[in-house]
């Protein structure tokens, strides 16, 4: 039983440095500590609006439930400059009725959000962020201009 | 005197005057003052557009910098390792680990970061030469840092700023900017404060047309047990300036972030 516990406990430390390592990557100014990083869920809905804002980007997603009962959530992702400039992203990379798939660390209280992991749009395009596989190449890639 | 000596002494007057012209002229590039006025800045290396470290660079050195077991992490006294550690345990509870330490970012309260992590981020900065200054212009927190290279010393008392008082001089074509009077609330990084005793100096030069290297080292008698050194370079980027104010800030409050909908 101690051994089991203890392993666990290394299992939860090691777990969260690396999600913690991973996380710092892409987040830098703010703790971003209401996300859940060591989580990662899924989510496939329609663009209600990109919030092209500062201090961060906020994609708001509707999504509908298994009983057809609509709920909307908010994504944080990173810096207007910090999406444009590397990642290629535009006011006009989301439209309101996109089809999207996102990945994303949830909201620790349960809420509907997260911070945004993964975005992928229809077409199987995904757009790029400073936390995708998708590589950062100068001002991004095609993706992200529509 | 003859004419022919006259001639000779002549000549000699203007060869004399021309290598001392080109001896001054180059003594000015190599040290000293230099955009003192406007005919004097065509000389200044060109320093034009905005200038950006990539981001895959930015984030390298943000977790070697973030690691306390890096060589290149800053070496913290124990209190200012504590501010360290108690954010990080915040980002991993989710919350406030520590009574009285709220190990909070001050960005996350729509502060500005101020010197030196101003100037560690993935964010745009541009140059303006104008005589006797230089002034950077720092897309983060919209900062303006003025650098006075007209020959001032450091006031013997000025008021501590986020940003600081910086005196420059140019050694030939690299900028060198000594700034003193940082406030305590300015962060060495995110969540970790200066002490209000910092002082940087910063090296700035071209390494070709489209890279710039800024070498900094940051001193702190409180904060810091050694010099804390470490050298960016930048690329020229052909994109322009992004705004990078504190307006939708959704995650103001600790737990839980603002998820009023916005209007379509």
Redesign the interface.
Known sequence: MPRCTCTDAIQRVLVATIVLSLADRAWAHHSYSMFDRTRRETLQGTVRVLEWTNPHVWVWVDAQDETGKGTTYGFESSAPGELARFFGWTKNSLKPGDRITVEYAPLRSGNPGGALIRLTLADGRELPMPSSTAPARGRGPEPGRR | MTTHQTHHTTTFLIASWMLFGVASANAQQLSGPQGDTYASIARLPDWSGVW?V???A??DE??RH?NPNSPDAPLLTSDYAAMRDA??N??????DPVKGNP???N??ACLPTGMPNLMR????IEFLFTPGRVTVLA?LDSTIRRIYTDGRPHAPDADATYTGESIGHWEGDTLVVDTTAISPKAELM??IKTSGKAHIVERIHLEDKQHLQIDTVVEDPIALKAPWRYSRIYER?T?GV??????????AD????D?T????
């Open positions: 950006v990539p981001f895959a930015f984030r943000l977790q973030r954010y990080r915040r980002q991993i509870a989710g919350g190990a909070r970012q960005g996350e981020y993935a964010f745009g897309e995110g969540a980027s994109l992004f705004e990078k104010v504190c307006d939708n800030n959704r995650d600790d737990g839980e972030p998820l909908l916005p209007d379509r």
